[in-house]
């Protein structure tokens, strides 16, 4: 009795996150989306070391992680701790940390809070603090908590849970945590103060329909998010080849505009020049990364975000650079291109229509395109395409570059 009527408080009461990490949006590689359970030590490898190889490091990719599939389903029967794959990893995971830590990047591992993984490997429920110190004895610096064979009990508690079990383990070592509940039971109201991120929906696919839909649900708790915890639209797809040029173009910009983890799930050792391309775009990269941390909201055509056929702006002012206005425009119209005006004074960029401002543009380089007084016309935007802009605006022309 007692005990029921104390749990809603002990949660009230329990500390906001402080782990110092995740102060920009978390950038790095993932098994998932590309391998699924078809994973295995040489696949991580690999692909850890293609991000040293590509440069992909130094743009801030630096989380390498193991999903789902790397551990046995039943866990070792004398002292219940999980047993880490022999044929799949027979290096097993400290050698695989380090392997990843001696390369200069960060060593990431996934669980479920429930009694089974999703592909039906042990889960961490009533085992997390077991889980938690061996997490830290191998060096882990992310955990992607999964929802699977949850026996149905409330996200808050279980994912609070492991909160606490990673602190207790972890001493002065600190570890990401990404909730991952697929956006349920009202995270937005307790993912901030539990996890370092949390999904907002189910898993994302290989395709522009699910890009879509995960941006689209993403957007529903913006004010939520920020240094130290992010909205998460699910891992990045570009480089797999279920979406166009035009359209891993338009995944990329829009998940770097809202402050998206920014997390690679394609096979690094065939990805094409033209992917690598978009996912080393150093501007987007700057805005995904900027320290004030905004998530961009809809600021134009925003009357349906779902099913719309229109060119939508997503915006939002950033700090770093000395201050400046981002925006990525798409057109989610499948067949027509169509013009978009942004127009300074409806953004609340300028207060009159005398004001100039200065537009650079972030799928090139950030040149300076011009000034341009009271709008900047974009005449065409192909069908799921986009624009990316960083706007600077002052009351005289004669003080913009
Ligand atoms: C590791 O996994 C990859 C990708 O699924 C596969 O091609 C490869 O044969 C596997 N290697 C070993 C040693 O199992
Ligand atoms: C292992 O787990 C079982 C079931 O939860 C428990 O009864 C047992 O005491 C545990 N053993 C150890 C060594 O923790
Ligand atoms: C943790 O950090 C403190 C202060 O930096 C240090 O004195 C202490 O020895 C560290 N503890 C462990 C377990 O590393
Ligand atoms: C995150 O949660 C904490 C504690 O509830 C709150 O103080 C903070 O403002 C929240 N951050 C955002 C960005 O909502
Ligand atoms: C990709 O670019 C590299 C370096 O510029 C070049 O050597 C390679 O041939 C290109 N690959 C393809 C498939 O075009």
Not at 211 to 238: I, R
Not at 390 to 398: D, G, M, N, T
Request: charged fraction near 20%; charge should be negative.
């Amino acid at each position: 009795m007692h005990f029921i009527i104390l749990l809603p408080l002990l949660f009230v009461l329990s500390s906001a996150l402080n782990n110092n990490l995740g102060l920009t949006p978390p950038m790095g590689w993932n098994t998932w989306n590309r391998y699924g359970c078809d994973i295995n030590e040489t696949v991580v490898m690999t692909n850890a070391e293609m991000l040293g190889i590509l440069g992909l490091d130094k743009l801030g990719y630096r989380y390498v992680n193991v999903d789902d599939c790397w551990n046995l389903a039943t866990r070792d029967s004398m002292s219940n701790r999980t047993i880490v794959d022999p044929e799949r990893f027979p290096s097993g995971m400290k050698a695989l940390s380090d392997f990843v830590h001696d390369r200069g990047l960060k060593f990431g591992i996934y669980s479920s809070a429930g009694t089974l993984t999703c592909e039906g490997r042990a889960g961490s429920l009533g085992y997390e603090d077991l889980d938690a110190q061996d997490y830290v004895s191998w060096g882990v610096d992310y955990l992607k908590y999964d929802n699977c064979f949850n026996e149905g009990i409330p996200s808050f508690e279980r994912y609070q849970t492991m909160k606490k079990a990673l602190e207790k383990a972890a001493h002065n070592h600190t570890i990401f945590y990404s909730i991952c509940n697929w956006g349920l039971e009202e995270v937005w109201q307790w993912g901030n103060e539990t996890g370092n991120s949390w999904r907002t929906a189910g898993d994302i696919f290989n395709s522009w329909e699910s890009v879509k839909y995960n941006f689209e649900v993403n957007q529903l708790h913006p004010d939520v998010a920020g240094p130290g915890g992010w909205n998460d639209p699910d891992m990045l797809e570009v480089g797999n080849g279920g979406l166009s040029h035009t359209e891993e173009r338009t995944h990329f910009a829009l998940w770097a505009v809202v402050k998206a983890p920014l997390i690679l799930g394609c096979n690094l050792n065939t990805i094409s020049n033209r992917s690598l391309s978009i996912i080393s775009n150093k501007e987007l990269i700057k805005l995904n990364q900027d320290s004030k941390g905004d998530q961009a909201v809809c600021v134009h055509n925003c009357h349906s975000l779902k099913d719309s056929e229109d060119v939508q702006v997503f915006g939002g002012w950033n700090k770093d650079n000395g201050g400046y206005y981002g925006l990525v425009a798409v057109n989610w119209n499948d067949l027509e291109s169509k013009p978009i005006s942004i127009d300074f004074k409806s953004l609340g960029l300028t207060k009159s229509s005398e004001e100039y401002c200065s537009v650079y543009d972030l799928w090139n380089k950030g040149v300076h395109i011009g000034n341009y007084q009271g709008k900047y016309l974009i005449p065409n935007i192909d069908p799921h395409d986009n624009v990316a802009l960083k706007i600077k605006c002052k009351r005289k022309a004669s003080s913009l570059e």
